[in-house]
């Protein structure tokens, strides 16, 4: 007995060693994860600061000296470019090199090395984008500029010196947790970065959807369910801004596409909800004389953030802003003499185009009444665990062929045309860094037209002040020359007339200066009139963002950066401003029970104010949702093929003006409905929802708790997160707090002889969850505070805020 005993004992002593280096399915080697000194319990960090530290640091020129304010926010002193980009990316990486990993590899395709099969899809998806063509491109387009070129690579060689320093103990949690270790950072690795901001913000289409719309209703419904401009909208250049320029020809649709539109024809979707605002205000409106700038993008929210702020300077540079873990310069932010910021333009650069193939070898393709060469490129994606998937993407001159076949397609749940080439801006060479290392350094209103020269993509809504009293605002990037509703629908690959026909010149592209009603704004919204003489999109974000930023400044007087605070925090509703009157005049409250009358009462008196303890918001979004879906559902509901739902706009605009609209009869009953129906119907929906879900009207019925919100971690890891807690707004209010998105960070600065910045990002400096500044600043965003910013003036300048001095030396 005692052998066996002694037997069974190692066996299990054996089998505990195995299994504790062994990865069972997304579960580490724990081991290796619980090991005292190499495993996550050397991620916990002190929340104690080394007052003064002082290191070697190979690869620098000279001296660079580092202070960290309370939230760790590094003030970079160098003295020349070299050490500032070097610092800049050692420092980066030491607080987020995760982060900058595990999002270069989602952009090149590269997540089945480290997470496994589960993977796949998404990197086959990325690699059949042409991701890699378009960070190629862009990299080339970078190493032409003998100053980008050194700015790059002193970057990146900053990076690796903090990789060098690495030992497995020193590896971020989620290294540990994936068990792999981190590899060389490359120029191409930043280049990455922009295609994967370009395709969040300019890599949806909806041209699948709208081309099965056509089909299905031929192009008379088409064109009057989908008009090219809303029926509400308040432009981002103010409407009757005159063009001072001579417009380019524009091009013209083939006869094929006018005769599609006459007859009718026998993706990834954009994601909606995905918005920004900036506005900038004239010194003849503030309290100083001098302008006050405002800037929240709004993306999808993380822990880490995908903003890290820091302070830059150097001989001919001190900047304060936020910049992309991953990528050189400050992205937005101020200097001493100017201020700019970006909202998401949704041009519209991302075409699809049917390609005829000669036979089955798709080895040639029809264009231009020729057949013309296919080419081929393999792509090879390393999985964990498994053997390399090869993959085989035919190029046109269009570009790749996304999904040439359709269970392909299906499998990766992708909802993007198949048998098309993909023509996206991109792909093409480019050199954006080039704008913030100009925007950095800017002095006036000419450097940052100068700036945005070498802007490309995504396109984005530029927004400027200067202590000079200038403003302005120019939707700006390189935009395609094209006809009006060029991309709408899916195009013929073979006619030369449907490719893009050139660029509209940067000096044409919308923008305007110092208007006479004292600011400028954007909220995602149309760009322009319709006097502009060229097509950029023909759908936008809903006005209602715009049109309440617009209403608030233009009544503002003496107005401080508190007072651009509170506008960034604002959750009055324009659209039940707009609907819910109309809403409640074809409501029959006869036909009401006595629960759904109670909420028809306290809908009345709400206030339109999304705030987190608002009944009424729940309420009137519920009901809104409801009377949406009951409208179109019937229609546009398709098991077999994806459509295109109606814009919220459009929605309106036949509540408003044609309540006996065809729409809102219901075509699966046999009686034939009218607005009122549907109206009756969704608020009764809506109301009986909440008791359901909610319980008898009361505080469970609060905004706030119908609409829960969670900071979650960037690889959704349990527990990394912030947990849901209460917000107001929602995804057509100021402050657009809806499904994850929101203000990834807000920042007010006011411009004069002495400039100051105020800002907050939703979490924290460190990309560690074991450290203090993982989320240190979550609670003042949740609050709807800013910070003020330390900017210094110089390496000596003594501040109570400064916790550490970091000198650094070769």
């Given at each position: 007995m005692?052998?066996?005993k002694?037997?069974?004992?190692?066996?299990?002593?054996?089998?505990?060693?195995?299994?504790?280096?062994?990865?069972?399915?997304?579960?580490?080697?724990l081991?290796?994860?619980?090991n005292?000194?190499?495993?996550?319990?050397?991620?916990?960090?002190?929340?104690?600061?080394?007052?003064?530290?002082?290191?070697?640091?190979?690869?620098?020129?000279?001296?660079?000296?580092?202070?960290?304010?309370e939230?760790?926010v590094?003030?970079?002193?160098?003295?020349?470019?070299?050490?500032?980009?070097?610092?800049?990316?050692?420092?980066?990486?030491?607080?987020?090199?995760?982060q900058m990993?595990?999002q270069?590899?989602?952009?090149?395709?590269?997540?089945?090395?480290v997470?496994g099969?589960?993977?796949?899809?998404?990197?086959?998806y990325?690699?059949?984008?042409?991701?890699?063509?378009?960070?190629?491109?862009?990299?080339?387009?970078?190493?032409k500029?003998?100053?980008?070129?050194?700015?790059?690579?002193?970057?990146?060689d900053?990076?690796?010196a903090?990789?060098?320093?690495?030992?497995?103990?020193?590896?971020?949690?989620?290294?540990?947790l994936?068990?792999?270790?981190?590899?060389?950072?490359?120029?191409i690795?930043?280049?990455?970065?922009?295609?994967?901001?370009?395709?969040?913000?300019?890599?949806g289409?909806?041209?699948?959807?709208?081309?099965?719309?056509?089909?299905k209703?031929?192009?008379?419904?088409?064109?009057?369910?989908?008009?090219d401009?809303?029926?509400?909208?308040?432009?981002?250049?103010?409407?009757?801004?005159?063009?001072?320029?001579?417009?380019?020809?524009?091009p013209?649709?083939?006869?094929?596409?006018?005769?599609q539109?006459?007859?009718?024809?026998?993706?990834?979707?954009?994601?909606?909800?995905?918005?920004?605002?900036?506005?900038?205000?004239?010194?003849?409106?503030?309290?100083?004389g001098?302008?006050?700038?405002?800037?929240?993008?709004?993306?999808?929210l993380?822990?880490p953030s995908?903003?890290?702020?820091?302070?830059?300077?150097?001989?001919?540079?001190n900047?304060?802003?936020?910049?992309?873990?991953?990528a050189?310069?400050?992205?937005?932010g101020?200097?001493?003499?100017?201020?700019?910021g970006?909202t998401?333009?949704?041009?519209?650069?991302l075409?699809?185009?049917?390609?005829?193939?000669k036979?089955?070898?798709?080895?040639?393709?029809?264009?231009?009444?020729?057949?013309?060469?296919?080419?081929?490129?393999i792509?090879?994606?390393?999985?964990?665990?498994?053997?390399?998937?090869?993959?085989?993407?035919?190029?046109?001159?269009?570009?790749?062929?996304?999904?040439d076949?359709?269970?392909?397609?299906?499998?990766?749940r992708?909802?993007?045309?198949?048998?098309?080439?993909?023509?996206?801006?991109?792909?093409?060479?480019?050199?954006?860094?080039k704008?913030?290392?100009?925007?950095?350094?800017?002095?006036?209103?000419?450097?940052?037209?100068?700036?945005?020269?070498?802007?490309?993509?995504?396109?984005?809504?530029f927004?400027?002040?200067s202590?000079?009293?200038?403003?302005?605002?120019?939707?700006?990037g390189?935009?395609?020359?094209?006809?009006?509703?060029?991309?709408?629908?899916?195009?013929?690959?073979?006619?030369?007339?449907?490719d893009?026909?050139?660029?509209?010149?940067?000096?044409?592209?919308?923008?305007?200066k110092?208007?006479?009603?004292?600011?400028?704004?954007?909220?995602?919204?149309?760009?322009?009139?319709?006097?502009?003489?060229?097509?950029?999109?023909?759908?936008?974000a809903?006005?209602?963002?715009?049109?309440?930023?617009?209403?608030r400044?233009?009544?503002?007087?003496?107005a401080?950066?508190?007072?651009m605070?509170?506008?960034?925090?604002?959750?009055?509703?324009?659209?039940?401003?707009?609907?819910?009157?109309?809403?409640?005049?074809?409501?029959?409250?006869?036909?009401?029970?006595?629960?759904?009358?109670?909420?028809?009462?306290t809908?009345?008196?709400?206030?339109?104010?999304?705030?987190?303890?608002?009944?009424?918001?729940?309420?009137?979004?519920?009901?809104?949702?409801?009377?949406?879906?009951?409208?179109?559902?019937?229609?546009?509901?398709d098991?077999?093929k994806l459509?295109?739902y109606?814009?919220a706009d459009r929605?309106?605009?036949?509540?408003?003006?044609?309540?006996?609209?065809?729409?809102?009869?219901n075509?699966?009953?046999?009686?034939?409905?009218?607005a009122?129906d549907?109206?009756?119907?969704?608020?009764?929906?809506?109301?009986?929802?909440?008791?359901?879900?909610?319980?008898n009207?009361?505080?469970?019925?609060?905004?706030?708790?119908?609409?829960?919100?969670?900071?979650?971690?960037?690889?959704n890891?349990?527990?990394l997160?912030?947990g849901?807690?209460?917000?107001?707004?929602?995804g057509?209010t100021?402050?657009a707090?809806?499904?994850?998105?929101?203000?990834?960070?807000?920042m007010?600065v006011?411009?004069?002889?002495?400039?100051k910045?105020?800002?907050?990002?939703?979490?924290?400096?460190?990309?560690?969850?074991?450290?203090?500044?993982?989320?240190?600043m979550?609670?003042t965003?949740?609050?709807?505070?800013?910070?003020?910013?330390?900017f210094?003036?110089?390496?000596?300048?003594?501040?109570?805020?400064?916790?550490?001095?970091?000198?650094?030396?070769?």
């Amino acid at each position: 007995m005692k052998v066996f005993k002694a037997v069974l004992s190692a066996v299990i002593t054996l089998a505990l060693i195995w299994a504790l280096q062994t990865k069972f399915g997304d579960i580490p080697p724990l081991g290796e994860f619980l090991n005292p000194s190499t495993g996550f319990w050397q991620n916990a960090e002190s929340k104690n600061i080394i007052p003064e530290e002082d290191f070697k640091l190979q690869g620098l020129q000279g001296k660079v000296t580092v202070k960290f304010d309370e939230n760790m926010v590094p003030h970079i002193f160098a003295d020349n470019d070299h050490d500032l980009y070097y610092v800049q990316g050692y420092l980066t990486a030491k607080a987020r090199l995760w982060q900058m990993d595990i999002q270069t590899r989602s952009a090149a395709g590269r997540l089945s090395e480290v997470v496994g099969p589960k993977a796949l899809e998404v990197d086959r998806y990325h690699r059949r984008m042409g991701m890699t063509l378009g960070a190629q491109h862009t990299l080339q387009g970078i190493i032409k500029d003998p100053v980008m070129s050194k700015v790059i690579t002193a970057y990146s060689d900053g990076v690796n010196a903090y990789i060098k320093q690495l030992k497995p103990g020193g590896y971020p949690i989620e290294f540990k947790l994936l068990n792999y270790a981190p590899e060389e950072w490359k120029p191409i690795n930043s280049a990455y970065l922009l295609k994967l901001m370009s395709e969040t913000l300019a890599g949806g289409s909806n041209e699948l959807a709208m081309t099965n719309v056509l089909d299905k209703f031929g192009a008379k419904v088409t064109n009057e369910l989908f008009p090219d401009y809303p029926m509400h909208e308040d432009p981002i250049i103010p409407a009757g801004t005159k063009w001072d320029f001579k417009p380019l020809p524009v091009p013209q649709p083939p006869a094929a596409f006018k005769a599609q539109m006459l007859a009718g024809m026998k993706n990834k979707d954009r994601v909606e909800g995905i918005g920004s605002n900036n506005w900038a205000v004239s010194g003849t409106k503030t309290a100083s004389g001098y302008p006050i700038l405002a800037n929240d993008p709004h993306l999808n929210l993380t822990l880490p953030s995908i903003w890290y702020q820091m302070q830059m300077t150097a001989p001919g540079v001190n900047v304060y802003g936020v910049t992309l873990p991953g990528a050189p310069c400050i992205v937005i932010g101020y200097n001493q003499k100017v201020s700019w910021g970006v909202t998401n333009v949704d041009a519209d650069i991302l075409d699809w185009y049917q390609i005829k193939f000669k036979d089955a070898n798709r080895n040639e393709y029809w264009y231009n009444n020729k057949w013309n060469k296919v080419e081929r490129k393999i792509e090879t994606i390393k999985i964990l665990g498994q053997e390399a998937v090869t993959d085989t993407v035919l190029y046109t001159h269009h570009g790749p062929v996304v999904y040439d076949n359709a269970a392909m397609a299906k499998k990766g749940r992708i909802n993007v045309p198949v048998g098309n080439a993909l023509r996206w801006i991109a792909h093409d060479e480019s050199d954006e860094f080039k704008t913030f290392y100009l925007l950095n350094r800017a002095k006036n209103y000419t450097d940052y037209r100068q700036a945005l020269r070498y802007y490309t993509a995504p396109a984005q809504n530029f927004i400027f002040a200067s202590a000079d009293n200038d403003i302005a605002i120019t939707p700006n990037g390189k935009l395609p020359l094209k006809y009006k509703d060029q991309g709408k629908f899916i195009m013929d690959g073979s006619n030369p007339a449907n490719d893009w026909q050139g660029w509209i010149p940067y000096e044409q592209n919308p923008t305007v200066k110092n208007p006479p009603r004292g600011f400028v704004s954007s909220a995602n919204q149309s760009s322009t009139d319709q006097t502009y003489p060229y097509y950029i999109n023909w759908k936008f974000a809903g006005y209602e963002r715009g049109k309440r930023i617009n209403d608030r400044l233009a009544a503002m007087s003496k107005a401080t950066a508190d007072s651009m605070r509170v506008l960034q925090m604002d959750y009055y509703s324009i659209r039940a401003q707009d609907i819910l009157p109309t809403m409640l005049k074809y409501l029959d409250a006869s036909k009401l029970d006595d629960a759904q009358l109670a909420a028809l009462d306290t809908l009345k008196k709400w206030d339109r104010f999304y705030g987190v303890k608002s009944l009424g918001a729940s309420i009137f979004s519920t009901w809104w949702d409801k009377f949406y879906n009951f409208t179109w559902r019937d229609s546009f509901e398709d098991k077999d093929k994806l459509l295109y739902y109606p814009t919220a706009d459009r929605t309106e605009a036949l509540l408003m003006k044609e309540p006996n609209s065809v729409w809102f009869d219901n075509k699966n009953t046999p009686v034939k409905e009218a607005a009122s129906d549907i109206i009756l119907a969704s608020f009764t929906a809506a109301i009986n929802e909440l008791i359901k879900e909610q319980g008898n009207m009361g505080k469970a019925w609060r905004w706030g708790n119908v609409k829960p919100f969670e900071v979650k971690h960037l690889g959704n890891v349990p527990g990394l997160g912030s947990g849901n807690f209460a917000s107001g707004g929602s995804g057509s209010t100021v402050n657009a707090l809806i499904d994850g998105h929101g203000p990834s960070w807000r920042m007010v600065v006011q411009l004069g002889p002495q400039v100051k910045g105020y800002g907050i990002i939703p979490g924290g400096q460190s990309g560690n969850p074991g450290s203090f500044f993982y989320d240190d600043m979550l609670k003042t965003w949740q609050d709807g505070k800013l910070k003020e910013l330390l900017f210094l003036q110089s390496a000596t300048q003594n501040s109570t805020r400064i916790k550490r001095t970091l000198t650094l030396s070769k």
